[in-house]
């Protein structure tokens, strides 16, 4: 193809991207890498509705613009569709490279589909790759994570997607590395192939640098900290302190682990982080079981660290998100409450929740697959995997595995391979009942891998569910998912939370929702209570009194009366028509649930509109 282009011509590179309401970090940077090579550089974001992808676009824009190589950024979930994709596009004579999570994790399925792939960092490969110095197949730098980012080129899916551009939140990614062991993570697995943990923290410099590139351009109200563990490093935070307000004086939003928020050094920590300007914090709470954040989640968190932590940040004025996983290998629906309980107890701003997706080759990928929960073929994990649970349960919840862990006398912090579920297996029995055996390992002084110590032994036996209560409780914690967010902030949650996920099929109905939900109501705070709420949400949606409110609001009303300013969100779903005939009660949770979010995030999370216009911005 190359033969046929007139000399004069830049070489053209095109990336393949997810679309996504937030925009695509990691190829901004790139595109940066490009723009310093004298490249050439288009994006296309691919859109999909479920599981159908749309590369029409894309295809059409390869004829019009003919680029010289394309490069498809792949995470997992949609690569089945991706590598249809780039066998087209080679098809069509242009060479492909693939980087991007899929690429790190699953290089010899994406080499299939490629004439490159780059595992993990990608800027130095890239360059290697265009400049023609890479042969054909599977790389990677080992000390890639070390290298310098360069100054992104935002323009280029700015200039395609304004509405990118438009967000007041833009995303910045200030370090890499992150040392902790989450079983549903792949973040140890990056440790490991890098040899073991680093963390590199992007020089205070050139995040100041690219900050003032966004707003001399682009609207930039909140800056969005993308990184795994933000502000890992003291002294690295003592200086963006110093500088970031003084210098660029944006406020932003980090994510980080509670356990930075531990100590003396924890305090000062947020105190640096709030003279910074830090208006919120995203953190992961994950289970509100211990049993489950140490044997399967491996996040040893004691419940004090949580509390306090989360109490440290909010009164500290910063807004806070806790994030958290149901339907989780060993949970049922009293676990999942009890996660639900414990973010009630934190009243945090948002409680985002999601459903395990039980990712292949990633420790709780192991443990659903040893227990025949899963097959953990990723090729699986389409759309729908995150909208209901795929996991065949256990009956019983923690009931028959919790003592057979115990007794092992296993700490809880031992190294993942040496950690009791990932070295058991169940055994199916004819039946609903599996034998459990466990192989106990050791670690081997000469080669540092673990091995086998001693013989495999039977330990107990666990139950699966059957067809029908299986599908209950995925029912129960899709349910439970869909109203998290609210729900944790309805005085005793837990029993609201019960009663509605007990609700027969019948009367799950937005209606009969609100009924129950009027009724637990009345008795935790009174009718006074509840009256002032309907006159407070009549009046946000300017309307006399509670009798003029809308019907679907009328039925249903402390859906919106417990988020700030809940009227203008129940306007929101009017506008939208989410209680239009075309939608059932699914379709209707659904989109009450996304639009609670994105009104919590404009009006509370990321405080938006709060702060004064940026000099730079038209
Ligand atoms: C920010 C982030 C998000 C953000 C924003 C995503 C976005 N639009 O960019 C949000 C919150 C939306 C998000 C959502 C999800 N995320 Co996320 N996310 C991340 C995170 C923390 C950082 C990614 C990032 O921007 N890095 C910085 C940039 C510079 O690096 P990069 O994108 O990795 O790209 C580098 C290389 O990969 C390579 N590269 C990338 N693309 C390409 C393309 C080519 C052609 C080449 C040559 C090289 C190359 O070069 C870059 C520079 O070194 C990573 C974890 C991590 N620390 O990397 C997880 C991660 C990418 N997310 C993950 C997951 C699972 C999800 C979700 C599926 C979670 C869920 N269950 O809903 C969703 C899916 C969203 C989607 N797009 O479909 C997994 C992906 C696992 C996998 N095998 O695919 C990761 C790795 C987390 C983890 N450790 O397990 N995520
Ligand atoms: S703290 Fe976050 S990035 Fe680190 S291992 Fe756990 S989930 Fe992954």
Same mark, same amino acid.
């Given at each position: 193809?190359?033969?046929?282009?007139?000399?004069?011509?830049?070489?053209?590179?095109?990336?393949?991207?997810?679309?996504?309401?937030?925009?695509?970090?990691?190829?901004?940077?790139?595109?940066?890498?490009?723009?310093?090579?004298?490249?050439?550089?288009?994006?296309?974001?691919?859109?999909?509705?479920?599981?159908?992808?749309?590369?029409?676009?894309?295809?059409?824009?390869?004829?019009?613009?003919?680029?010289?190589?394309?490069?498809?950024?792949?995470?997992?979930?949609?690569?089945?569709?991706?590598?249809?994709?780039?066998?087209?596009?080679?098809?069509?004579?242009?060479?492909?490279?693939?980087?991007?999570?899929?690429?790190?994790?699953?290089?010899?399925?994406?080499?299939?589909?490629?004439?490159?792939?780059?595992?993990?960092?990608?800027?130095?490969?890239?360059?290697?790759?265009?400049?023609?110095?890479?042969?054909?197949?599977?790389?990677?730098?080992?000390?890639?994570?070390?290298?310098?980012?360069?100054?992104?080129?935002?323009?280029?899916?700015?200039?395609?997607?304004?509405?990118?551009?438009?967000?007041?939140?833009?995303?910045?990614?200030?370090?890499?590395?992150?040392?902790?062991?989450?079983?549903?993570?792949?973040?140890?697995?990056?440790?490991?192939?890098?040899?073991?943990?680093?963390?590199?923290?992007?020089?205070?410099?050139?995040?100041?640098?690219?900050?003032?590139?966004?707003?001399?351009?682009?609207?930039?109200?909140?800056?969005?900290?993308?990184?795994?563990?933000?502000?890992?490093?003291?002294?690295?935070?003592?200086?963006?302190?110093?500088?970031?307000?003084?210098?660029?004086?944006?406020?932003?939003?980090?994510?980080?682990?509670?356990?930075?928020?531990?100590?003396?050094?924890?305090?000062?920590?947020?105190?640096?982080?709030?003279?910074?300007?830090?208006?919120?914090?995203?953190?992961?709470?994950?289970?509100?079981?211990?049993?489950?954040?140490?044997?399967?989640?491996?996040?040893?968190?004691?419940?004090?660290?949580?509390?306090?932590?989360? *109490?440290?940040?909010?009164? %500290?004025?910063?807004?806070?998100? !806790?994030? #958290?996983?149901? @339907?989780?290998?060993?949970? &049922?629906? $009293?676990?999942?409450?009890?996660?639900?309980?414990?973010?009630?107890?934190?009243?945090?701003?948002?409680?985002?929740?999601?459903?395990?997706?039980?990712?292949?080759?990633?420790?709780?990928?192991?443990?659903?697959?040893?227990?025949?929960?899963?097959?953990?073929?990723? *090729?699986?994990?389409?759309? %729908?995997?995150?909208?209901?649970? !795929?996991? #065949?349960?256990? @009956?019983?919840?923690?009931? &028959?595995? $919790?003592?057979?862990?115990?007794?092992?006398?296993?700490?809880?912090?031992?190294?993942?391979?040496?950690?009791?579920?990932?070295?058991?297996?169940?055994?199916?029995?004819?039946?609903?009942?599996?034998?459990?055996?466990?192989?106990?390992?050791?670690?081997?002084?000469?080669?540092?891998?673990?091995?086998?110590?001693?013989?495999?032994?039977?330990?107990?036996?666990?139950?699966?569910?059957?067809?029908?209560?299986?599908?209950?409780?995925?029912?129960?914690?899709?349910?439970?998912?869909?109203?998290?967010?609210?729900?944790?902030?309805?005085?005793?949650?837990?029993?609201?939370?019960?009663?509605?996920?007990?609700?027969?099929?019948?009367?799950?109905?937005?209606?009969?929702?609100?009924?129950?939900?009027?009724?637990?109501?009345?008795?935790?705070?009174?009718?006074?209570?509840?009256?002032?709420?309907?006159?407070?949400?009549?009046?946000?949606?300017?309307?006399?009194?509670?009798?003029?409110?809308?019907?679907?609001?009328?039925?249903?009303?402390?859906?919106?009366?417990?988020?700030?300013?809940?009227?203008?969100?129940?306007?929101?779903?009017?506008?939208?028509?989410?209680?239009?005939?075309?939608?059932?009660?699914?379709?209707?949770?659904?989109?009450?649930?996304?639009?609670?979010?994105?009104?919590?995030?404009?009006?509370?999370?990321?405080?938006?509109?709060?702060?004064?216009?940026?000099?730079?911005?038209?």
């Amino acid at each position: 193809m190359t033969g046929t282009l007139p000399l004069a011509r830049r070489k053209r590179f095109m990336f393949v991207a997810r679309y996504f309401s937030i925009e695509p970090l990691g190829i901004h940077y790139l595109a940066g890498t490009l723009r310093d090579m004298g490249w050439d550089c288009q994006v296309i974001l691919v859109n999909h509705k479920g599981d159908d992808y749309e590369f029409g676009p894309l295809y059409e824009a390869i004829q019009n613009w003919q680029p010289n190589i394309v490069g498809f950024q792949i995470w997992t979930g949609w690569h089945l569709q991706c590598f249809e994709a780039c066998d087209v596009v080679r098809g069509m004579g242009v060479p492909v490279v693939i980087g991007g999570p899929h690429a790190t994790y699953f290089y010899d399925d994406c080499i299939k589909h490629a004439d490159w792939v780059v595992k993990a960092s990608g800027f130095g490969l890239l360059r290697d790759t265009i400049e023609g110095r890479l042969p054909k197949g599977i790389h990677f730098d080992q000390g890639g994570r070390e290298e310098v980012f360069p100054l992104p080129d935002r323009s280029i899916i700015y200039d395609r997607y304004p509405e990118l551009a438009r967000s007041p939140i833009k995303s910045m990614f200030a370090s890499v590395g992150c040392p902790f062991t989450c079983t549903y993570c792949y973040a140890p697995t990056f440790n490991k192939m890098h040899g073991g943990f680093a963390f590199n923290n992007r020089p205070v410099d050139e995040l100041i640098k690219e900050a003032l590139a966004i707003k001399e351009k682009w609207p930039l109200e909140v800056v969005y900290w993308q990184d795994d563990i933000f502000g890992y490093k003291l002294d690295w935070v003592k200086e963006f302190a110093k500088r970031w307000k003084r210098e660029v004086g944006v406020k932003f939003h980090a994510q980080i682990r509670l356990e930075l928020t531990r100590h003396e050094v924890g305090n000062e920590r947020l105190d640096l982080f709030g003279e910074a300007g830090c208006t919120g914090i995203t953190l992961a709470i994950e289970s509100g079981s211990q049993f489950m954040r140490d044997r399967v989640l491996f996040r040893h968190m004691p419940e004090d660290l949580i509390l306090e932590g989360c *109490d440290r940040i909010m009164s %500290r004025g910063m807004s806070l998100r !806790t994030e #958290q996983i149901l @339907a989780i290998p060993f949970s &049922d629906l $009293e676990t999942d409450l009890s996660t639900l309980d414990l973010n009630n107890r934190i009243n945090p701003t948002m409680a985002w929740c999601s459903l395990l997706a039980p990712y292949g080759g990633t420790d709780i990928g192991t443990i659903c697959r040893n227990f025949g929960f899963h097959t953990s073929n990723n *090729d699986d994990l389409v759309e %729908r995997s995150y909208e209901m649970s !795929t996991l #065949q349960h256990p @009956a019983g919840g923690i009931r &028959d595995i $919790e003592p057979m862990v115990e007794k092992l006398g296993i700490n809880p912090s031992a190294p993942p391979a040496l950690q009791p579920l990932v070295n058991m297996q169940a055994v199916r029995n004819d039946g609903a009942m599996a034998d459990v055996f466990y192989q106990a390992k050791k670690k081997d002084k000469v080669t540092g891998t673990f091995v086998n110590d001693g013989e495999r032994q039977r330990v107990g036996t666990i139950e699966y569910l059957d067809e029908a209560d299986n599908d209950r409780y995925r029912e129960q914690s899709w349910r439970l998912q869909r109203m998290f967010n609210w729900l944790a902030k309805m005085p005793k949650a837990r029993e609201l939370g019960r009663t509605l996920a007990n609700l027969t099929h019948n009367e799950w109905q937005w209606e009969r929702i609100g009924q129950v939900t009027t009724e637990h109501l009345r008795k935790q705070v009174g009718g006074a209570e509840l009256d002032r709420r309907l006159h407070a949400l009549a009046h946000e949606m300017h309307l006399e009194s509670p009798e003029q409110l809308p019907e679907p609001i009328k039925q249903n009303p402390h859906t919106f009366t417990y988020f700030g300013d809940g009227g203008r969100l129940a306007q929101m779903a009017l506008d939208k028509d989410v209680f239009g005939p075309e939608n059932d009660v699914a379709d209707t949770l659904d989109q009450v649930s996304t639009l609670g979010r994105r009104h919590l995030f404009e009006k509370q999370l990321y405080k938006i509109g709060t702060s004064k216009p940026p000099i730079a911005t038209q």
